[in-house]
């Protein structure tokens, strides 16, 4: 048992805080946690990641013996990034009573499920939705453990205007809360640097010709593609670009951050650029643990780590307020901190989001996405 105590070290919660909250507790019985996301649908390969994470660290926490002496269960949902369906999955895992969902992934299922969320009493932390409305409507229950689109867009706005001057732009988008709201940043911190897009238009997700707008991208003679939108179209798109002989590079942001997007580019992929935080899977905190997912075959790359890192930092600040009741955690989370997760140090603001947001460049290459040097 001592060892298995120790591993949690790795995973950055500290063991004795967690022995001494199971001397304290007398209560018996199971947490129920959950994860959810877009389990089907184009965009399922990020709801795998989450719930590969969160699988995890529900097996690190139990191995150490669970939350104030409670084991945890984890309940899933699935709302293949439907606004509609995740209110439904917001009321089933209500009636289940979770305490906390790790969710969901797209900003457009966050924000309504939100809803459901605050009205049932439960505590809400989004690993991957950006757009900052999730946040920035005061809700007591939602946090998240990623940047947001008005960061992120800054980052990519101010690149583009600097190493991609006398390069005509486009900015696309899918015309969902996470695609427009980045492309949207995007814009406003590209011309703040001087920089007019020469098309801003949307593009309807779910479709698999955009020859139509390539088309009059190429007749603009675009040399830049911002896209907000997911990997799916993204990698269409630049792959009937360069079939339509255009000699552009595509850039896009996080929700490009998984291979699926290189089976669907291929070649034409090549120099694709996104932004993303810093790689969490190579910071020493997280060591212990991506060796644990790596055992098991599992490649913790995108969302996995920052859907551990949200049932970490429930965990510790239930152990903080000595109950998982969700309002009391929700106020440790924002009043204490940092937690040490496999993020590193992580803080919440009265929002409820990150204090230190760490956003970078990848760039595809050889079918493979690294960070930039």
Not at 25 to 47: D, H, K, M
Not at 254 to 282: C, H, Y
């Amino acid at each position: 048992m001592t060892i298995q105590r120790r591993t949690l070290v790795g995973a950055t919660i500290a063991a004795p805080a967690i022995l001494a909250a199971g001397r304290a507790s007398a209560q018996a019985g199971t947490v129920r946690v959950a994860v959810a996301g877009p389990l089907t649908g184009s965009n399922a390969s990020f709801g795998n990641q989450m719930r590969e994470g969160a699988t995890q660290a529900v097996t690190d926490l139990n191995a150490a013996g669970g939350v104030l002496g409670q084991q945890i269960a984890l309940e899933t949902g699935d709302d293949a990034c439907d606004p509609r369906q995740a209110v439904s999955v917001a009321n089933q895992l209500a009636g289940r009573q979770v305490k906390v969902v790790a969710g969901h992934f797209c900003s457009g299922s966050s924000i309504p499920a939100s809803k459901v969320y605050t009205e049932e009493g439960v505590l809400q932390i989004s690993p991957a939705s950006t757009n900052p409305r999730f946040t920035d409507e005061g809700a007591w229950n939602t946090f998240r453990t990623c940047g947001r689109d008005d960061q992120q867009g800054t980052v990519a706005g101010k690149y583009i205007a600097e190493h991609f001057r006398g390069r005509k732009v486009a900015l696309i988008h899918d015309n969902s809360a996470y695609g427009k709201g980045l492309a949207d940043e995007t814009k406003k911190a590209m011309n703040a640097a001087g920089v007019t897009e020469a098309i801003y238009a949307a593009y309807t997700p779910g479709e698999r010709d955009y020859n139509a707008i390539v088309s009059r991208m190429k007749a603009a003679d675009v040399g830049v593609i911002y896209l907000g939108g997911y990997h799916t179209e993204a990698g269409l798109i630049i792959r009937q670009a360069k079939e339509q002989g255009m000699n552009v590079t595509l850039i896009g942001g996080d929700a490009l951050v998984t291979n699926e997007f290189w089976q669907i580019s291929g070649a034409a992929g090549e120099g694709t650029m996104m932004t993303f935080s810093s790689d969490p899977r190579k910071r020493p905190q997280a060591a212990e643990v991506v060796a644990r997912f790596k055992a098991r075959n599992v490649d913790p790359e995108g969302y996995v780590l920052y859907t551990y890192a949200a049932l970490q930092i429930w965990a510790a600040a239930a152990v903080k307020a000595a109950t998982v009741d969700p309002r009391k955690v929700a106020d440790a989370m924002r009043a204490s901190g940092p937690w040490q997760t496999v993020l590193g140090p992580v803080s919440f603001d009265r929002k409820g989001d990150v204090t230190v947001p760490d956003y970078v460049f990848y760039v595809w290459k050889n079918g493979n996405y690294a960070e930039m040097s």
